[in-house]
């Protein structure tokens, strides 16, 4: 019965290619900390500590542990496609704000952040593109997500090569943690992220009618909300002064 529906193909890679962003997003959020990693560490005094800096690699894991167990729950009760745009959200809150702490343990609870946005978008994004796509070309559109998977990798890779800058032999962790690379490189390797991340997240609104309903229901309701206080502020405090004016003046 479906061999014979005819399918706008161009629609469906297309909203394949940014459901795939989450894929791109999951292999750059999980490799670019290995660039970063000698700079944060003397910034936040971890050298002499391997048991936190074991705990600084496998945060975002944690997280991922996370996002992967919740996904199926957040996406049978919210869809597919409304879990994909927090996931994107997630993602760009955690590149900004894993760059902007100085505390190790923002540092981290950024980190988490950023695993649960992994978790969901690795389980999402090609049960999505397998839901949209037609039965013929199912397996290759899946395969998008995989391959963006790898090409994140490689973009974290080449980010972070572009953006440090080259430590000297024999350079102490002093001379590190106080060069550009200590204060400022790990940090840019990490708001790079947020590029693509914003990106995911703005694309999706092309797709993403279900929620763009929702949020113009809560947007309605909040307005409904704010006259109503507005209606009482006037009933209660401004109605009452000018009727006993009224009052005194008869």
Wanted: hydrophobic share 55%; with cysteine.
């Amino acid at each position: 019965m479906l061999s014979g529906m005819k399918f706008n193909l161009r629609y469906v890679l297309g909203i394949s290619l940014i459901s795939a962003l989450g894929g791109f997003l999951f292999g750059y959020d999980w490799v670019v900390i290995g660039g970063a990693k000698p700079f944060y560490e003397r910034f936040f005094d971890l050298v002499q500590f391997p048991g936190l800096q074991g705990l600084a690699m496998s945060s975002a894991l944690i997280g991922c542990v996370g996002g992967a167990v919740i996904s199926g729950w957040i996406s049978e009760k919210y869809g597919r496609k409304s879990s994909l745009f927090m996931a994107a959200l997630l993602f760009t809150f955690s590149s900004i704000g894993t760059g902007a702490v100085n505390s190790f343990f923002w540092f981290m609870a950024f980190r988490i952040a950023g695993g649960l946005g992994i978790g969901i978008a690795s389980a999402i994004s090609p049960v999505y593109i397998a839901e949209v796509s037609p039965a013929r070309y199912r397996g290759r559109f899946v395969t998008l997500n995989q391959l963006n998977i790898v090409v994140g990798i490689l973009a974290a890779q080449i980010i972070n090569y572009l953006i440090a800058q080259k430590v000297p032999d024999g350079a102490t962790d002093e001379f590190i943690r106080e060069s550009w690379n200590g204060q400022m490189g790990w940090r840019w390797m990490f708001w790079a992220e947020s590029v693509p991340a914003f990106l995911f997240f703005i694309l999706l609104f092309f797709f993403l009618a279900s929620f763009l309903i929702h949020l113009a229901s809560f947007l309605i309701l909040l307005n409904s909300i704010f006259v109503g206080f507005l209606i009482q502020f006037v009933l209660i405090f401004i109605y009452p002064h000018n009727l006993i004016l009224k009052i005194d003046q008869s």
